[in-house]
Every structure is written in structure tokens, then in C-alpha cells.
T-cell receptor, first 112, second 110 residues
């Protein structure tokens, strides 16, 4: 199993550009989520999904969209990038029968 | 609203010098408390889940304990390879979302 994979590893955007961060898992986990990590603030939940076709907002959802058309994939879309979205983004997944989440390697995003 | 506070923010130990990291939490209905290890430039790596007060889990030099208000991560005779940031998180109520603390950056000197 590859576990949770994320692409790209690094990305630089200009203000106003849009892009999609990819996340995939091969463990057949129902629950998937996106977090951002900023210095001194810990990991904060952006959006999550409890299964294909079902998504919901987390603590900091503004400026981001998600969809879940398959169990395996959970992309995060930045609609119009802003410097405040400069961060490291982590995708995570969790099986139905457990609460612990397993994280991907992250995408480091810089918005100029 | 769930809250998690970790202390200290940073800890430097000599190799072999045992110590503990603290995670204080406030939740309405704890479903689980989680410890993760994060190395620079990597994603958090799952270590332990604790579900109820009095529970303990061990893995190599690490031991996690839980009370009704806090959790401790005890590190016995640490080695330089234990250097990392240790994150604590909670899940509460019917939700599966995690609320994280800011972490403790541990450095073990040879």
C-alpha cells in the first residue's frame, strides 16, 4: 500500500491564480480530510468527507472547495489564491472503525 | 469548542535523560486522544490513541498516559533519533474531526 499520497510536493502561485491539490489513498478509508499547518498554530481542519459524495466544512473553509467523487480521491481546490493561503497542506484518511487519521507527506504552497 | 494546549513548546534533552511532554485538553465528550510524531518536512506519523482516563500505551521508549484533563508522553532514555515535534490531538462527540495542539519540539543531543 502506498498509503496517502499528495501531489505536488511544492507549488508557487501568484495572487488570484487557482489550482488543485491532489490527495489519494489506497486503503479503502471512508473518512478523508484536509488540514493546513502554519507556524505556531498547529494543524487546522479545512474540509472533510465521511464518504463518496459527502463533504463538509471544517474550521477554516473559506477560499477552498472540495469534492469526493470516489472513495480514493479527495482534491482540494483553491479558487483564487491569496498570500494568506501560504501554508503546508496535509491530507489525511481514517477507516470507518477507528478515529486515528493517517497523514500524507504534505504540499508546501507559497502564494506571492 | 475543543481546546488542546501542549507544553513545553520546546525541550532539549541529553541522550538518556528521561522526561515528559504534557497535553492539556478541554472537550465535551472525549472520543479519543491521539499522539503523533512529525519530522521536519514530513506529515504527522500516528503513535497512539487513548480512549479513557487511566489508559496507557507503550511503544519502544515512549509511553502515553491519560487523565480526565491531560495526557503525558513519557520518553525514557531518549536517543537522538527521537528528535521530532510531538503533536497531541483530540476527537470529541460524534465528530471525527481532530483538534490539534501546537506541538512540542523535542531535541535529543548526543
Amino acid at each position: 500500500n502506498a498509503g496517502v499520497t499528495q501531489t505536488p510536493k511544492f507549488q508557487v502561485l501568484k495572487t488570484g491564480q487557482s489550482m488543485t491539490l491532489q490527495c489519494a489513498q489506497d486503503m479503502n478509508h471512508e473518512y478523508m480530510s484536509w488540514y493546513r499547518q502554519d507556524p505556531g498554530m498547529g494543524l487546522r481542519l479545512i474540509h472533510y468527507s465521511v464518504g463518496a459524495g459527502i463533504t463538509d466544512q471544517g474550521e477554516v473553509p473559506n477560499g477552498y472547495n472540495v469534492s469526493r467523487s470516489t472513495t480514493e480521491d479527495f482534491p482540494l481546490r483553491l479558487l483564487s489564491a491569496a498570500p494568506s493561503q501560504t501554508s503546508v497542506y496535509f491530507c489525511a484518511s481514517s477507516p470507518r472503525q477507528a478515529f486515528e487519521q493517517f497523514f500524507g507527506p504534505g504540499t508546501r504552497l507559497t502564494v506571492l | 469548542e475543543d481546546q488542546v494546549t501542549q507544553s513545553p513548546e520546546a525541550l532539549r534533552l541529553q541522550e538518556g535523560e528521561s522526561s515528559s511532554l504534557n497535553c492539556s485538553y478541554t472537550v465535551s465528550g472525549l472520543r479519543g486522544l491521539f499522539w503523533y510524531r512529525q519530522d521536519p518536512g514530513k506529515g504527522p506519523e500516528f503513535l497512539f490513541t487513548l480512549y479513557s482516563a487511566g489508559e496507557e500505551k507503550e511503544k519502544e521508549r515512549l509511553k502515553a498516559t491519560l487523565t480526565k484533563k491531560e495526557s503525558f508522553l513519557h520518553i525514557t532514555a531518549p536517543k537522538p533519533e527521537d528528535s521530532a515535534t510531538y503533536l497531541c490531538a483530540v476527537s470529541s462527540g460524534s465528530a471525527r474531526q481532530l483538534t490539534f495542539g501546537s506541538g512540542t519540539q523535542l531535541t535529543v543531543l548526543p
